[in-house]
T-cell receptor, first 112, second 118 residues
Framework: KNEVEQSPQNLTAQEGEFITINCSYS?????LHWLQQHPGGGIVSLFM???GKKKHGRLIATINIQEKHSSLHITASHPRDSAVYIC??????????????FGKGTKLSVKP | DVKVTQSSRYLVKRTGEKVFLECVQD?????MFWYRQDPGLGLRLIYF???????EKGDIPEGYSVSREKKERFSLILESASTNQTSMYLC?????????????????FGQGTRLTVV
């Protein structure tokens, strides 16, 4: 079983729809990252959070430490939001200092 | 404002060639990482370095080596490229685990190098 599970794997939405991507993890963590990867490969860090909720523009990330679950929400989705969204956790007892464990990503396509 | 720069976006190399992938960061980060990304497998750690001349094997180090002679530069070396090393390679950097100011730090990624070995 993977230590970080994302759902769904693929998501197609119409422009303007509210989108939710989920991430569940099975290890103790000190922080969780949401990353965005556009076609071509570059990765951008969207959020790093260890509790509660963060908001940046149309993006909202929440985390529930007790339930070991995080969600990424996109409001008023737009075709330029089309990308792969990756959840990554930093473990508290990571064997590799500062290493991250990654989910396999959610591929989002927003149609005009 | 580019923070992590990988030397090439696309590379095509022949089987058996020695391949160098270069990564430079301008944030004075101690930690640097090399990952490869394959469909269905996500991101997997190859090697990481927590200081100059220091390195640790990640999850899939076989067939790779690394060099960290200067703090800002972390090189991934494929000693003898093989077709199963065709992949997207991503470099990342971050501040140390414990900085005295924060226990948790954000990782910054390069744009990726898509390597094809023929």
């Amino acid at each position: 079983k993977n230590e970080v599970e994302q759902s769904p794997q693929n998501l197609t939405a119409q422009e303007g729809e509210f989108i939710t991507i989920n991430c569940s993890y099975s290890v103790g963590i000190s922080a969780l990252h949401w990353l965005q990867q556009h076609p071509g490969g570059g990765i951008v860090s969207l959020f790093m959070l260890s509790s509660g909720k963060k908001k940046h523009g149309r993006l909202i990330a929440t985390i529930n430490i007790q339930e070991k679950h995080s969600s990424l929400h996109i409001t008023a989705s737009h075709p330029r939001d089309s990308a792969v969204y990756i959840c990554a956790v930093k473990t508290v007892n990571g064997g590799s200092q500062g290493n991250l464990i990654f989910g396999k990503g959610t591929k989002l396509s927003v149609k005009p | 404002d580019v923070k992590v720069t990988q030397s090439s976006r696309y590379l095509v190399k022949r089987t058996g060639e020695k391949v160098f992938l270069e990564c430079v960061q301008d944030m004075d980060h101690e930690n640097m990482f090399w990952y490869r990304q394959d469909p269905g497998l996500g991101l997997r750690l190859i090697y990481f370095s927590y200081d100059v001349k220091m390195k640790e094997k990640g999850d899939i180090p076989e067939g790779y080596s690394v060099s960290r002679e200067k703090k800002e530069r972390f090189s991934l070396i494929l000693e003898s490229a093989s077709t199963n090393q065709t992949s997207m390679y991503l470099c990342a950097s971050s501040a140390p685990w414990v900085t005295g100011r924060s226990m948790n730090t954000e990782a910054f990624f390069g744009q990726g190098t898509r390597l094809t070995v023929v």
